[in-house]
């Protein structure tokens, strides 16, 4: 069983448990250990270096000592924004040791830093440590019929400096992994726009207008579903969901899965313990599609005179 | 023993007022190697220069010091001088009393002349150790060569053949006409492409003094200006171009369909091909990659029905080679991929294309008989998106440099746009309007005002789909914000880059190029056609980019530079050039490696007079030394020398003192 | 370190197979404890060959001179005579292909007096470089020291060292026996005896002595190996390395070039350039 | 008060030589052609003053200085030498002040180890522009050049008497 | 109307490279992050005017412009920007050097925003993880604003959305130790 260094991250506990319960779940089917870094603490979120540069560090940086007692080269995260802060803060420490050595040593008591683990997000652990293969192969119920859309948001792709993971752009690893569930990925153009993040609370109108854009462009996309690989983003995109409806005036109706839930129903596992309930969009309607396959449009056979008439003409 | 003459100039009263010129005669005069000293008005002068003359041939003068200004200013003057008189005129030396003294010491006279006694003394020690120095001459082989058939070749290779000079132009496609024969309309004055640039092609072909040699590429080429010798590779076409008539039978029947390059690939041609109906050479030619007798070695269908026998399956590669005298470099330019703008959905998009892709669709010869066509669907679209500086400007994913044309061909799509799909709407996307040139800004003002084009200072951030419409959001800075352009068809104007292969043609030529991949030119006001290899010159976007009117001037300018270099038998070069005592020289060949220019080379002499043994030394090629001393100073057995500055001379000078 | 046996061994095979025309190695003095160069032309000496930690001159040397000029010479390499040979093939005086290359790992050679040579403690490569078979155990690429005199005397200031210098400059003798020594100086007539030099510094004097070694250190400067052939030869025992090892050092530490001779078809320092070297000397 | 001033200029390397009264250096300047020497013309023909010390010797390229001509200049005339070039990428001869550059800091940094002031030999960019940065040039090497004092440099004069 | 001519010095434009490791002289006004950012339209200076008020040295203006605080960090702006300028890295510094030298934005969405982070700083300090729902009601009273969201938050408690309670670090007092002793670095710094 491989190991791996896991950081929960305090929504694991509060909006994001499913993705906690779920991230667990799969990992263990596929032969993961999780083991979590021992009394972690917040990684300081957008606030920490909105407001002191010195504590933006320093927050991550107590869990990266904490994280390199435990003895594996790697270290997954669910959650985008500690992903994000977590990652940022390991760049900027390596590229700069004298700073780390001053905030490590006036600030952090727990040990020396040294920069030996290196840092994932949990949709980049399953892309390319796991494996579409090795996904594809605990696949027991296939989720062909569903149509969704991959929302990957603006943290775990962006800026490609630190995150060196996908394009920054359009993304396709949560895509390429909801095909290997045997889902269809939709062709979603607004996968990293951003969702407005903490402004939920502080600027919630900020959130309805991005929100439902996003939101329409799924739609629009053709999609039963969104998936997502952040907790931020699940709780704006649906807890939201209701007021960008009213805000925008349409009805989206689109439950917000992560790719772990879906992982999880893809491979089998019971589906009370996939916690659907805690989303508050209903997730039943998009889940009936799972097994309607529509027809192909049927190719008209041609002759072979037709096709190269057409290339002719072309 | 050195008789030497010194001539001290007043200039008026520039160093007359300043330096005591009566003392500065008095003091060379006892030195011992002076024969003659005196000082005059104006030494320059018909009468100072008569009195150098006599000077010479009354004291039998064996080198004459003329102090008076920069040697950069009268050098030639009194060198002509001594000429007259019989002497070699490198025996001058001028001592430049006035730069150097009076003119930069005025308030203290004495200084002024002992310092200009010491540069009249320095410059007497120096005449000691010159030399007699003719000029050299090197033959020069009068044929041209010019690499690549665009605008740029074309013109430079028809104005040089006018001037009744052989020209080769080797050209790497089959046919010639570059990226010129693409285009539909050129700015500003919308005049067609094809009905310019064919009657010159056609001239090419049948003029007198031009080998065109299409399919072909430049292997080496080896020598020094006047002295090239180029070998050519012609590839293998599989046809045989003497006799086939070009009737196109052979194309007609042809089973196997290929991406047209000449059409951006929106068509399909057929495996044996003529690039386009008003090639010149109008002779198809095989793509061996695709063709299926040459890659299955069964089908044979154009040689059937060739009545000529000219098709030839086992047609080979031939190497040949050329004697040449200059070079002009034409190989013009690529267009970037844009494929790094991810966010505006490159690739994903169908309906997103380039410049050069419109261009052949409003191209009444083109693909879609002169109509825009949304790739998606085939229909004729309403809204047109142009998107600027794609690639140019852009450090971050393309190149820094602007691309120079993109702001006029734009303007002339919208253009073109409005001429042929009524009721239609151009949206450009710009950063700034370049439109430098002649007619350039009206001819903008003819797109924004008659056409009703709309311009959006900003760069698009975004493509989106919705529906069948593409999205495209930037901001309007002018009104400072945000605008969604709902577009049938977006027009990327993609950057003009250097071609992939230009750095292995520079490396091969021995002419240097910039980061990018542009060949360098010699100097970048001075000499702009000239590249630091002497003999070869740059037309076109092999150096930079240009538009038609600029690579047209270009090209003419490079012909006149190859007349005026074949306009003697011989090519006439400064004598102030390095040279091997082969005597000292040990072999180590470092001297090979400082030169600037390549000028040095080794040969393989006797180790002593009528030994078999052979040991190595370094050999300078006169035409190419340039004389600037690199290989003099690492030379560390003393074996080369520069003439004019020789070890001796410089030594003499600093002692002297 | 003591490859004798081995030499011996190696040598005889080669004359045996007619690999080489003549061998260079060291033979013990016969009056002491010393060793010097010998180039051996037959089979029948190569009892006469030795090689240990007295084995202290470049042999390379021998390859400027006639008596090897195209023959199929074999020879001893340790790292630092490696080197001057990877300069010496570079700059075209030897073929690689008429060369027998016995490389040393060399452990590093003791002086006269059986201390072991500066140079050798601060060896950076004591491995041969180029060798067509090598005999001991490779050491690990070392790590760049300063030499310490020229430490020493660069914490010193001016006068002094101008004090220093002009002792040596004195006791110059101007032999040339350093010049005859170096295995970098091949000159067909080396620029110190040709007419435009010596104009002013013919003499045997202090003037000259300076010019021709100033002159001597600024054509080895980036090609010089640390071998101190030079210093051996020298008959007043004059500290020859110091110029040369305080040239190494300004070039490496201003131009990042390796040392001299470490890669082949490297000329050093002076025959090549980067628009990174240094430009804060110049106004 | 001036003479005594100039009684007690010393050579900064052997304080035992005292400069004569009223003693002026000499300063050898060694020119690149179309650069630096144009740019002397054009210090000229501007009229700038700069101090009367300096002796110009025309080059083709500062790649044509062999440092050999430092040290024979300071051995026999010069108390100073001066080299000047185009600036690193304007070279006439596109490549050769590279080269130069870094035979020049070798041969200051060698000079400066057996005794002599890094400041005996000099060097400076200036372009055919630079008419005014000449005159610095010059003043600021000859005010250096003084402040060392005479040079000795193993002059053959002093050992061959 | 701004008048130039009268600073000696761009010290805006020097403190705001120097914080930020940007050069914002870089900035040729393309308008590419405008269109990108997705609050640009809340902002009232949007990203490409901001670097040319610092770029005319406008200190008042840029420190109390809300577009620092509205900015996200999404970084895609930087991602798209030709000149590959760090923009959000520009928007924390003067957001940083603002809150050193006391320029104060009142308008009621920055102090909402700025209350936010405190808030949420505040709740780290004394738990060390974040504690959503005392988050949200704190929020509500400090920005008076008691019934936003009310709609909210019974089906978030009913989903279990929203915790009651929340696990506390352990060692809590190396967190507050590290607040402390980080405000006396960031002291140390400037």
Not at chain 2, 34 to 56: E, H, L, W
């Amino acid at each position: 069983m491989k190991k791996l260094t896991y950081f929960p991250g305090c929504s694991a506990h509060g909006t994001s448990e499913e993705f906690e319960k779920t991230v667990r779940m799969v990992m263990q089917r596929l032969g993961v250990q999780l083991e979590d870094i021992p009394d972690w603490n917040c990684c300081g979120a957008t606030s920490a270096h909105t407001m002191s540069e010195s504590l933006a560090y320093a927050l991550p940086l107590r869990n990266l000592v904490l994280a390199e007692k435990l003895d594996n080269t790697t270290m997954a995260i669910p959650c985008a924004s500690c992903y994000q802060r977590m990652k940022v803060t390991k760049i900027h420490m390596d590229e700069n040791p004298e700073l780390a050595k001053e905030i490590n040593s006036t600030i952090i008591e727990e040990g020396t830093y040294q920069g030996k683990v290196a840092i994932k997000s949990m949709l980049q652990y399953c892309y390319e440590d796991v494996g579409l293969e090795a996904i594809k192969a605990q696949v027991t119920k296939s989720l062909a019929g569903m149509k969704l859309a991959c929302y990957y948001g603006c943290l775990l792709t962006r800026p490609k400096a630190v995150t060196q993971f996908d394009s920054p752009e359009y993304p396709m690893s949560m895509d390429h992994i909801v095909e290997a569930l045997g889902a269809k990925a939709t062709d979603f153009d607004y996968k990293t726009e951003c969702c407005g993040a903490s402004f939920s609370i502080s600027n919630s109108e900020v959130v309805l207008t991005l929100t439902s854009k996003i939101l329409e462009m799924a739609k629009e996309s053709g999609a039963h579903a969104i998936v997502v690989a952040c907790p931020l983003c699940q709780s704006n995109l649906d807890m939201r969901q209701p007021g960008a409806e009213k805000h925008s005036g349409k009805k989206f109706d689109l439950p917000i899965f992560y790719f772990t839930q879906l992982m999880a129903l893809a491979f089998g596992m019971p589906e009370k313990d996939l916690m659907f309930n805690k989303n508050i969009i209903p997730v039943e309607k998009a889940l009936a599609n799972i097994g309607k396959i529509e027809p192909e449009p049927e190719k008209s056979k041609k002759t072979k005179k037709a096709v190269e008439a057409e290339s002719e003409v072309a | 023993m050195a008789r030497v003459g010194v001539f001290v100039c007043f200039c008026g009263a520039n160093i007359a007022d300043f330096v005591d010129v009566n003392q500065v005669v008095e003091e060379v005069k006892r030195i011992k190697e002076v024969k003659f000293a005196t000082n005059y008005k104006y030494m320059c002068s018909d009468p100072g220069q008569q009195q150098i003359r006599d000077a010479i041939i009354q004291y039998r003068l064996t080198s004459v010091v003329v102090a008076a200004c920069s040697p950069r200013m009268h050098e030639k003057t009194f060198r002509k001088a001594l000429f007259d008189a019989g002497m070699n005129p490198y025996l001058l030396e001028i001592a430049n009393i006035r730069e150097h003294s009076s003119w930069v010491h005025q308030k203290d006279k004495k200084a002024a002349t002992e310092k200009a006694i010491d540069l009249v003394r320095m410059a007497v020690a120096k005449s000691i150790a010159n030399e007699q120095l003719h000029e050299i001459s090197v033959p020069v082989t009068k044929r041209a060569l010019v690499i690549g058939g665009g605008i740029a070749g074309i013109q430079a290779a028809l104005d040089i053949a006018d001037a009744r000079i052989p020209v080769v132009l080797v050209e790497k496609s089959p046919s010639i006409g570059g990226k010129m024969a693409q285009l539909d309309e050129t700015f500003p004055t919308l005049d067609c492409s094809q009905c310019i640039l064919t009657p010159k092609m056609v001239d090419v072909a049948s003029h007198p003094y031009i080998e065109l040699i299409p399919y072909a590429e430049v292997l080496e080429l080896e020598g020094f200006v006047g002295n090239y010798k180029a070998k050519i590779k012609k590839k293998a076409s599989y046809v045989n171009f003497k006799t086939c008539t070009g009737c196109g039978a052979c194309w007609q029947k042809c089973p196997v369909k290929v991406p047209n390059e000449y059409n951006m690939g929106i068509d399909k041609r057929k495996a044996i091909y003529t690039p386009f109906p008003q090639a010149v050479p109008n002779k198809p030619v095989i793509d061996a990659e695709h063709c299926n007798m040459l890659t299955k070695g069964k089908c044979g269908i154009c040689a059937k029905v060739c009545e000529k026998g000219s098709i030839d399956y086992k047609m080979q590669d031939e190497i040949i080679e050329r004697e040449i005298g200059a070079v002009v470099v034409a190989t013009g330019y690529s267009l970037w991929d844009p494929k790094p703008y991810e966010e505006y959905g490159v690739g994903r998009f169908k309906d997103i294309i380039t410049s050069l892709e419109f261009e052949r669709m409003v191209s009444a010869n083109g693909p879609t008989g002169g109509v825009p066509i949304r790739p998606s669907d085939g229909q004729v679209p309403k809204n047109v998106v142009f998107i600027k500086c794609i690639g140019s400007r852009d450090e971050a994913k393309g190149i820094e440099y602007c691309s120079k044309i993109c702001c006029m061909y734009t303007t002339k799509h919208t253009i073109l746009l409005h001429h042929k799909v009524p009721g239609s709407h151009s949206y450009v996307f710009y950063m700034d309007i370049r439109a430098a040139g002649k007619g350039y800004e009206e001819f903008v003002k003819k797109a924004q005002v008659d056409t009703a084009a709309t311009y959006l200072r900003g760069r698009v951030s975004k493509i989106y789909k919705k529906g069948d419409k593409l999205i495209v959001r930037g901001e309007d800075a002018q009104i400072g914000q945000v605008v969604e352009v709902v577009a049938d068809l977006v027009v990327l104007a993609t950057a003009v880059i250097p071609n992939k292969d230009n750095p292995d043609l520079a490396r091969l030529l021995g002419v240097s190029y910039d980061k990018y991949g542009y060949m360098s030119e010699a100097h970048p006001k001075l000499r702009p056609v000239e590249t630091a290899k002497a003999g070869i010159f740059l037309a076109g976007c092999t150096q930079a980019p240009k538009d038609i009117p600029d690579t047209v001037a270009q090209a003419s300018a490079c012909a006149a530079k190859v007349c005026g270099l074949f306009s003697g038998d011989t090519m006439k070069k400064d004598p102030m050039i390095s040279s091997v005592n082969n005597e000292f020289c040990s072999g180590c060949q470092n001297c090979v490696k400082v030169c600037p220019y390549g000028a040095i080379v080794t040969e393989e002499i006797p180790m002593s007079r009528g030994s078999k043994e052979m040991r190595t030394v370094a050999k300078i090629n006169e035409g190419v030394c340039q004389g600037c001393g690199s290989c003099v100073a690492v030379c560390r057995s003393m074996a080369i020398s520069l003439a004019g500055f020789s070890d001796p001379q410089i030594i003499n000078e600093i002692v002297s003192i | 370190m003591d490859y004798t046996k081995q030499i011996q061994e190696i040598v005889a095979k080669l004359f045996a197979e007619d690999k080489i025309d003549v061998f260079a190695g060291y033979r013990m003095t016969g009056f002491d404890e010393n060793q010097v160069p010998v180039l051996i032309q037959s089979s029948g000496e190569v009892s006469r060959l030795v090689f240990n930690d007295k084995s202290v001159f470049n042999l390379c040397n021998y390859l400027k001179y006639d008596h090897t000029r195209n023959k199929r010479v074999g020879l001893v390499v340790k790292g630092c005579d490696s080197r001057s040979l990877n300069l010496l093939l570079t700059e075209g005086q030897v073929k690689r292909e008429r060369l027998y290359i016995v490389g040393i790992a060399c452990d590093g050679v003791v002086d006269e007096q059986g201390n072991k040579m500066q140079n050798c403690e601060e060896c950076m490569f004591p491995d041969a470089l180029v060798y067509d078979e090598l005999l001991g155990t490779q050491h690990p690429e070392g790590k760049y020291k300063v030499n310490s005199d020229i430490k020493e005397l660069a914490s010193k200031g001016l006068v002094e060292r101008r004090a220093y210098f002009e002792e040596i400059f004195e006791s110059c003798i101007r032999c040339n026996a350093c010049r005859h020594s170096c295995p970098l100086c091949y000159c067909t007539k080396c620029c110190i005896d040709q007419e435009t030099s010596k104009l002013y510094n013919g003499a045997n004097n202090t003037s000259s002595a300076f010019h021709a070694l100033m002159t001597w250190s600024l054509h080895l400067a980036g090609r010089c190996v640390d071998c101190r052939n030079c210093e051996k030869a020298c008959p007043s025992h004059l500290p020859l390395h110091l110029l040369h090892k305080w040239n190494e050092r300004v070039i490496y530490e201003n131009f990042q070039e390796h040392l001299s001779g470490v890669k082949e078809g490297d000329r050093g320092a002076f025959y090549k350039y980067s628009l990174q070297d240094p430009d804060d000397f110049i106004m | 008060m001036e003479a005594v001033a100039n009684n007690q200029l010393v050579s900064i390397e052997k304080p035992e030589i005292v400069a004569p009264p009223n003693w002026e250096p000499v300063i050898i300047g060694i020119l690149c052609n179309w650069c630096s020497y144009a740019g002397s013309d054009l210090t000229g023909t501007s009229r700038i003053q700069y101090p009367p010390n300096i002796r110009i010797i025309r080059v083709p390229c500062s790649s044509r200085v062999d440092p050999w001509f430092l040290i024979k200049s300071l051995q026999t005339t010069a108390d100073g030498v001066l080299v000047s070039g185009c600036h690193p990428g304007d070279c006439h001869y596109i490549t050769g002040n590279y080269f130069a550059r870094r035979r020049f800091l070798v041969t200051k940094k060698l000079l400066s180890f057996v005794g002599f002031h890094e400041d005996r030999v000099q060097f400076s960019w200036v372009s055919a522009a630079e008419g005014p940065k000449f005159a610095k040039v010059v003043a600021k090497v000859t005010e250096d050049i003084k402040k060392l004092g005479p040079l000795h440099l193993y002059k053959k004069e002093n050992f061959d008497k | 109307m701004i008048t130039l001519g009268l600073q000696e010095k761009n010290t805006l434009l020097a403190e705001v490279n120097k914080r930020s490791g940007a050069n914002v002289l870089e900035c040729y006004q393309c308008g590419k992050c405008v269109s990108t950012c997705p609050v640009s339209q809340y902002m009232d200076f949007p990203p490409r005017e901001i670097m040319q008020l610092i770029k005319l040295g406008q200190k008042e203006t840029v420190y109390m412009a809300n577009s620092t605080w509205f900015c996200l960090t999404c970084s895609a702006c930087s991602g798209r920007c030709p000149r590959q300028i760090e923009i959000p890295a520009v928007m924390e510094a003067i957001r940083h050097i603002a809150i050193e030298e006391n320029y104060v934005n009142n308008t009621k969405k920055v102090k909402s925003i700025r209350k936010f982070h405190n808030i949420f700083l505040d709740m780290i300090k004394l738990y060390g993880r974040s504690y959503e729902l005392r988050l949200m009601a704190e929020h509500n009273i400090r920005t008076r604003d008691l019934f936003k969201d009310m709609n909210l938050a019974p089906v978030a408690l009913l989903k279990g959305k929203i915790p009651l309670l929340v696990k506390p670090v352990k060692s809590i007092k190396a967190i507050r130790r590290m607040f402390k002793l980080a405000d006396k670095l960031e002291k140390k710094h400037q």
